[in-house]
């Protein structure tokens, strides 16, 4: 029994592994120069990592979409150099996620 429970703890961070879903970025840079990376973070919680190599800092705007749900908008402004997660959590689990993203250099 003792040999069984440790098989199941030991397959636990497998599932966290497994979960996967299709994120497409649509990126309206308007002259900005960033770098865009989707992530899969949990079932229903997903976010953009946003890198800005530029020399100015830059005003970004995502709107994250998931099926019928509520569109999730998410604003920051980045400095130059820096990087900076924006995530976003939903009541459903994501099956494909649509972002809009649009940066326009300050």
Do not use: H, W
Not at 40 to 60: H, K, Q, T, W
Not at 91 to 106: E, F, G
Request: proline share 8%.
């Amino acid at each position: 029994m003792k040999n069984l429970c440790c098989a199941l703890l030991l397959l636990l961070p497998l599932t966290a592994l497994a979960v996967s879903y299709p994120i497409e970025v649509d990126e309206s840079l308007n002259g900005a120069e960033v770098s865009v990376s989707p992530e899969s973070i949990d079932r229903d919680f997903a976010g953009l990592l946003v890198y800005n190599y530029g020399a100015r800092p830059v005003e970004c705007s995502a709107v994250f979409k998931n099926g019928p749900e509520v569109p999730r908008t998410r604003q920051a402004v980045i400095a130059s150099g820096e990087r900076l997660p924006m995530t976003v959590k939903f009541r459903r689990d994501i099956i494909k996620l649509r972002v809009k993203l649009t940066c326009n250099p300050q």
